[in-house]
């Protein structure tokens, strides 16, 4: 038991209380996916590029190269729908 005599279910709030409403858009919204395999896609060549390069080697770097990277992605994604 806890602190208190209170076992661990003796809590009224989860980390998912009021989250219901989002848990069910995958079964409500049509065409939606159920993982996030695009958005581990396109962090992937940030992370080969940083493996490579051993990394930023300051805080400025790394925002520098963050800032890039999303300029760079937003530019493509805009070209692309636009072809």
Avoid: H, Y
Avoid at 32 to 51: C, G, M, Q, T, Y
Avoid at 63 to 78: N, P, V
Wanted: aromatic letters at 4%; glycine letters at 10%.
């Amino acid at each position: 038991m806890g602190e208190g005599g209170k076992g661990p279910t003796a809590s009224s709030t989860t980390p998912w209380t009021g989250a219901e409403p989002a848990l069910f858009q995958l079964v409500l919204v049509p065409g939606l996916s159920a993982d996030n395999n695009l958005a581990e896609r396109s962090l992937r060549p940030l992370v080969v590029i940083r493996k490579i390069s051993g990394g930023s080697r300051s805080d400025e770097g790394t925002k520098t190269r963050m800032a890039l990277a999303s300029l760079f992605e937003t530019w493509q994604a805009r070209l692309c729908a636009n072809a």
